[in-house]
C-alpha cells in the first residue's frame, strides 16, 4: 500500500527561497502511469464518527490527503492506519474503502483522481 507522510518528506527550497516545498512523489515520478490521462475529479469528503465508505473500486489512480482525523485505509485487503497529512494511492481496479477512526471527530480529506481515457 502506498502511503506518503509529508512529516517524513524532504523539503526542497524553490523560487529564490521563498518557498519551502514538500513533494510527496518526485517531479515526473509518475508521468509514464498517468500520461495521456486527465484529472477526473477533485473534492473533499467528510466521514461522520465511526462511518465508512463502502468498498468499491474504479479505473483510475485516485488520492486521498487526510486534513483532519483518522482513519483505516483498506487497499485489496490490507488495512493500514493513516493520520493527517498522509497521501494515499490507490492504485486503478483496486477495491478500496477508508473507516473513521478519528475517535469521535470524524475525519476530512481532500481526494483526486486521474483517469485513462
Known amino acids: 500500500m502506498d502511503i506518503r507522510r509529508a512529516a517524513e518528506v524532504p523539503v526542497t527550497?524553490?523560487?529564490e527561497g521563498?518557498?519551502?516545498?514538500?513533494f510527496m512523489f518526485d517531479k515526473e515520478s509518475v508521468r509514464g502511469d498517468t500520461i495521456g490521462s486527465y484529472l477526473e475529479f477533485i473534492c473533499e469528503f467528510?466521514?461522520?464518527?465511526?462511518?465508512a465508505l463502502a468498498p468499491h473500486d474504479h479505473n483510475s489512480h485516485e488520492f486521498y490527503y487526510l486534513i483532519r482525523g483518522a482513519g483505516v485505509m483498506t487497499i485489496d485487503g490490507e488495512d493500514r492506519q493513516v493520520g493527517v497529512?498522509?497521501?494515499i494511492h490507490i492504485p486503478p481496479n483496486a477495491v478500496?474503502?477508508?473507516?473513521?477512526?478519528s475517535g469521535g471527530e470524524g475525519m476530512r480529506a481532500l481526494a483526486f483522481a486521474v483517469m485513462r481515457p
Open 46 to 51: 467528510e466521514l461522520a464518527p465511526g462511518q
Open 13 to 15: 527550497v524553490e523560487h
Open 96 to 101: 478500496h474503502s477508508i473507516a473513521d477512526a
Open 18 to 22: 521563498t518557498c519551502h516545498s514538500y
Open 85 to 87: 497529512g498522509d497521501l
